[in-house]
């Protein structure tokens, strides 16, 4: 049916098509039908809508494509049914548990990109990974379809290093000292970074703190080309765009697959012509991955994967039985990683592992002899070489290169916790932790989070500070204190654990 557009200020988190309910009924369209738009050479796909909020002669595209695809208002288009892509039989191959071939799997990315695909297919192909995984024949076939389907970033200085923490570890701003260690050395390091989806910051929230992180791919190259580095949103690119419509699956299901995770990773390094690849895996209690066993044998998947597509990848296992440093969210922990950086002091664990992972990517770029990375690292760190390159990111992303730690706000609502016994700390739970910390407003409110002033192993006596709760309003104040008592985020027990009779 021929339609004139009518662009509405509507956002629904997929590509919409909005028709009216009498045009739908002569059409035979139906709720979440999928629909093909056709002006000139132009096609684009989306689901149905069945709205009065435009007139029978109408058709009414969501800002979700206005996004992406330019269409003017009252222009005449075609309006069709999608009918059903033929991927759509691979991702019930894979469903059987059947082994997909290339091919297949390129066609289903291309049409989870192209939008031929809807949610519930979307989602089904995310379920059918969970339950039946992916071989590394399958994994490469996917990450290379990822990385390929988007943009693709050149950088002329080589070699192009990159770091990737799967996360899961509370307070985790250490790749804010690990990139200006390694670009100082005279490395290479564009690193692209995620905001929080489960946590409390993620590395693009704490730096958004103090810098822009939202730039296009071209910005990237000329502040790379230009000083070596930057920390950046990888959300605003185009990178491996089916990540992140594949993410939303994941994130409504709360599943996690192997297979899609390594792809998702990889593809978006793979996109930013990263050559040297470490990957961080905190491995513990309450995080992603925790035993050693299981996180040896995702490493050796990364290495493997990284063989396929042609990068060199190393795995540093490291702890994440508590929280790194001793602040969770964004302001605070800009605060801590800018502190460290200028003074080459702070919290031993975010000290320790930054110069660790810094001195393995140092090793693995030629500029530090083997067992020397972490004391050439800490060399850097420690003569103000890698806050002078902090500060020229900084000046390059539009923030304010001589800014204070102490000036960055926190939230003025505060409520301190203290130990109910005298003890010592056996234990933390990153969880809940994060858990006060979201429920006092990070990451959205950059101000909210956790100070702790207790790690695990310390000497408490009754009613000594363990953390303080920091929020923008009382109302998340509120919500954060009533999470912290109905969980237990710091164990404090005697040296006698448990006592049991003679029986």
């Given at each position: ?6 662009l509405?200020n509507v956002y ?14 002569k ?25 009065n ?6 058709v009414g ?10 269409f ?11 009918g ?10 894979k469903?059987?548990?059947k ?24 989602s089904?192909?995310?379920?059918s990974l ?13 990450t ?5 389907t ?14 990737h ?33 489960t946590?409390?910051a993620?590395?693009?929230d704490?730096?958004?703190v ?10 990237i ?6 000083i070596?580095a930057c ?7 185009n ?5 992140d ?21 990889m ?12 990957i ?28 396929r597509?042609g ?13 790194i440093g001793?602040t969770v ?15 080459g002091?702070?919290?031993?664990s ?18 530090a002899?083997?067992?020397m990375g ?8 420690k ?11 900084i ?26 016994t ?16 979201r ?9 909210a989070?956790?100070e ?5 192993g310390?000497?408490v ?18 919500q954060?204190i009533?999470?912290a008592?109905?969980t237990?985020?710091?164990?404090i ?9 003679n029986?």
């Amino acid at each position: 049916m021929k339609a004139k557009v009518r662009l509405l200020n509507v956002y629904s988190g997929r590509y919409s098509v909005f028709i009216n309910e009498e045009e739908a009924r002569k059409a035979r369209l139906h709720p979440d039908d999928l629909v093909r738009i056709e002006t000139g050479k132009k096609m684009v796909y989306g689901s149905v809508v069945i709205s009065n909020l435009v007139e029978s002669n109408e058709v009414g595209l969501s800002r979700d494509i206005l996004q992406f695809h330019s269409f003017s208002e009252g222009e005449i288009v075609n309006v069709a049914p999608g009918g059903t892509p033929e991927s759509v039989r691979y991702i019930k191959k894979k469903m059987e548990g059947k082994k997909l071939r290339k091919v297949e799997i390129e066609a289903i990315i291309k049409d989870i990109v192209d939008r031929k695909l809807r949610d519930i297919e979307i989602s089904s192909f995310v379920t059918s990974l969970e339950i039946n995984g992916l071989d590394m024949d399958e994994t490469a076939a996917l990450t290379l379809a990822m990385a390929e389907t988007g943009d693709m970033l050149d950088i002329d200085r080589k070699p192009i290093m990159d770091v990737h923490s799967i996360g899961g570890v509370p307070g985790n701003k250490t790749n804010i000292l690990v990139v200006p260690i390694v670009a100082a050395a005279g490395l290479t390091i564009p690193k692209t970074s995620s905001r929080a989806i489960t946590s409390a910051a993620g590395t693009a929230d704490v730096v958004e703190v103090f810098a822009e992180v939202s730039f296009s791919l071209d910005e990237i190259k000329r502040i790379v080309e230009k000083i070596g580095a930057c920390l950046v949103w990888g959300g605003a690119l185009n990178l491996a765009p089916a990540d992140d419509i594949t993410i939303r699956a994941e994130r409504a299901l709360s599943i996690d697959p192997t297979g899609l995770m390594l792809a998702s990773i990889m593809s978006k390094k793979y996109a930013m012509g990263s050559q040297y690849v470490l990957i961080d895996i905190p491995t513990g209690r309450g995080v992603k991955v925790e035993t050693l066993e299981e996180a040896r044998g995702l490493s050796k998947d990364f290495i493997e994967l990284g063989k396929r597509l042609g990068q060199y990848v190393e795995v540093a296992i490291t702890y994440g039985g508590q929280p790194i440093g001793h602040t969770v969210g964004p302001a605070l922990e800009a605060r801590e990683a800018l502190q460290a950086l200028m003074t080459g002091e702070g919290p031993g664990s975010l000290i320790e592992k930054a110069l660790g992972l810094a001195g393995i990517l140092l090793e693995m770029g030629g500029v530090a002899p083997a067992g020397m990375g972490k004391s050439t690292a800490r060399e850097i760190l420690k003569s103000g070489k890698a806050w002078e390159k902090m500060k020229e990111i900084i000046a390059e992303q539009g923030g304010n290169p001589e800014i204070k730690p102490e000036e960055i706000p926190v939230g003025s609502n505060t409520y301190t916790f203290t130990a109910p016994t005298s003890g010592y700390v056996t234990a933390m739970d990153n969880r809940a932790i994060t858990g006060i910390a979201r429920a006092a407003g990070a990451p959205e409110d950059k101000g909210a989070g956790i100070e702790l002033y207790v790690k695990v192993g310390e000497k408490v006596r009754e009613g000594d500070p363990l953390f303080k709760i920091y929020a923008e309003s009382e109302a998340r104040l509120d919500q954060a204190i009533v999470f912290a008592r109905r969980t237990e985020p710091i164990r404090i027990e005697g040296m006698v654990l448990q006592r049991i009779g003679n029986i």
